[in-house]
């Protein structure tokens, strides 16, 4: 039986929902009153999800799918669709990281990062619009970055992905306006997660670039100090599902009223500048927070 009817919960669907923004957006959400399918790589490492969802008082159902994969997103979306009849909001968080500058990010990189995070997101949307589009109805959540909107000194490849995703995220906007679905950008800045932990890899093939990735580790040490809960996030996707009055953009955590809304403001000349203090780590922090008004200086 679809979710359309009044006296079924809302099917939400949270993809890469096995930590930190995900898992908080899918409890949250199940807080909230929605049958939320959280979307995992495999159900067996689900055992802290689980443990959150059930000390708060709620379930989220789980579905085995990896985004990466075609067969695998189909064949887990067909599932769901069964499971529930029909999806009404669907929350594409699933993505990784990358780091490196330009030259010395790999191409394998580039491809790996950009197949999560972007054709990732894709490969969900066209599994669930059929039927939102068909009913009428329905939300699509693309979970990006503040680095979708500005570029982040020496992560390449993770920049040029959730840029390529607001980019998507624009585009579908426009194409599903007719058929009453809607389109939201969320933009974190930083908040509580794993990948804070695990996204220290740097290249640093030449050694020309040493400036670059210890201000990209600054700048991750800053995040780490400040960053905020990630259920600050699901209130956000949450906002966006139910408000009468939608945006495109959304922006929260720390940093993100800082940075995304930045990147139509800032002076180019102003950018340059900020790059060419690269070996001068406080001239760069001042510069930083006079551009952004944000501290990125650690004790």
Same mark, same amino acid.
């Given at each position: 039986?679809?979710?359309?009817?009044?006296?079924?919960?809302?099917?939400?669907?949270?993809?890469?929902?096995?930590?930190?923004?995900?898992?908080?957006?899918?409890?949250?959400?199940?807080?909230?009153?929605?049958?939320?399918?959280?979307?995992?790589?495999?159900? =067996?490492?689900?055992?802290?999800?689980?443990?959150?969802?059930?000390?708060?008082?709620?379930?989220?159902?789980?579905?085995?799918?990896?985004?990466?994969?075609?067969?695998?997103?189909?064949?887990?979306?067909?599932?769901?669709?069964?499971?529930?009849?029909?999806?009404?909001?669907?929350?594409?968080?699933?993505?990784?990281?990358?780091?490196?500058?330009?030259?010395?990010?790999?191409?394998?990189?580039?491809? =790996?990062?950009?197949?999560?995070?972007?054709?990732?997101?894709?490969?969900?949307?066209?599994?669930?619009?059929?039927?939102?589009?068909?009913?009428?109805?329905?939300?699509?959540?693309?979970?990006?970055?503040?680095?979708?909107?500005?570029?982040?000194?020496?992560?390449?490849?993770?920049?040029?992905?959730?840029?390529?995703?607001?980019?998507?995220?624009?585009?579908?906007?426009?194409?599903?306006?007719?058929?009453?679905?809607?389109?939201?950008?969320? !933009?974190?800045?930083?908040?509580?997660?794993?990948?804070?932990?695990?996204?220290?890899?740097?290249?640093?093939?030449?050694?020309?670039?040493?400036? /670059?990735?210890?201000?990209?580790?600054?700048?991750?040490?800053?995040?780490?100090?400040?960053?905020?809960?990630?259920?600050?996030?699901?209130?956000?996707?949450?906002?966006?599902?139910?408000?009468?009055?939608?945006?495109?953009?959304? /922006?929260?955590?720390?940093?993100?009223?800082?940075?995304?809304?930045?990147?139509?403001?800032?002076?180019?000349?102003?950018?340059?500048?900020?790059?060419?203090?690269? =070996?001068?780590?406080?001239?760069?922090?001042?510069?930083? !927070?006079?551009?952004?008004?944000?501290?990125?200086?650690?004790?």
């Amino acid at each position: 039986m679809s979710s359309t009817d009044a006296n079924m919960p809302q099917v939400s669907v949270v993809t890469g929902a096995n930590s930190g923004i995900g898992r908080a957006t899918a409890i949250h959400l199940a807080e909230r009153g929605h049958r939320v399918i959280g979307t995992v790589r495999s159900i =067996d490492k689900a055992t802290k999800l689980n443990a959150m969802a059930a000390e708060r008082g709620v379930s989220v159902e789980l579905a085995e799918l990896d985004v990466a994969i075609d067969e695998s997103v189909a064949a887990g979306f067909a599932e769901i669709l069964e499971r529930t009849g029909g999806v009404d909001h669907l929350v594409n968080n699933a993505g990784i990281g990358g780091n490196g500058v330009v030259e010395e990010a790999s191409s394998e990189l580039y491809h =790996d990062v950009y197949n999560v995070n972007v054709v990732g997101a894709a490969r969900c949307v066209k599994a669930v619009l059929p039927q939102m589009r068909e009913r009428g109805s329905g939300t699509i959540v693309n979970i990006a970055s503040v680095a979708g909107r500005i570029g982040a000194v020496a992560q390449a490849p993770y920049v040029a992905s959730k840029w390529a995703l607001e980019g998507l995220s624009e585009e579908l906007a426009l194409e599903v306006a007719p058929f009453g679905v809607r389109v939201a950008i969320i !933009e974190p800045g930083v908040t509580k997660s794993a990948i804070l932990a695990k996204n220290t890899d740097i290249p640093n093939v030449t050694g020309a670039y040493d400036g /670059h990735y210890r201000q990209m580790l600054q700048m991750y040490a800053a995040g780490y100090l400040n960053a905020t809960d990630p259920f600050e996030v699901g209130e956000v996707v949450h906002e966006a599902i139910v408000t009468d009055e939608p945006r495109l953009r959304y /922006h929260v955590s720390w940093g993100g009223d800082e940075l995304a809304p930045m990147h139509d403001r800032i002076d180019p000349a102003d950018w340059v500048a900020l790059g060419e203090l690269v =070996d001068d780590d406080a001239a760069y922090a001042q510069r930083f !927070e006079g551009i952004f008004g944000l501290d990125i200086r650690t004790p």
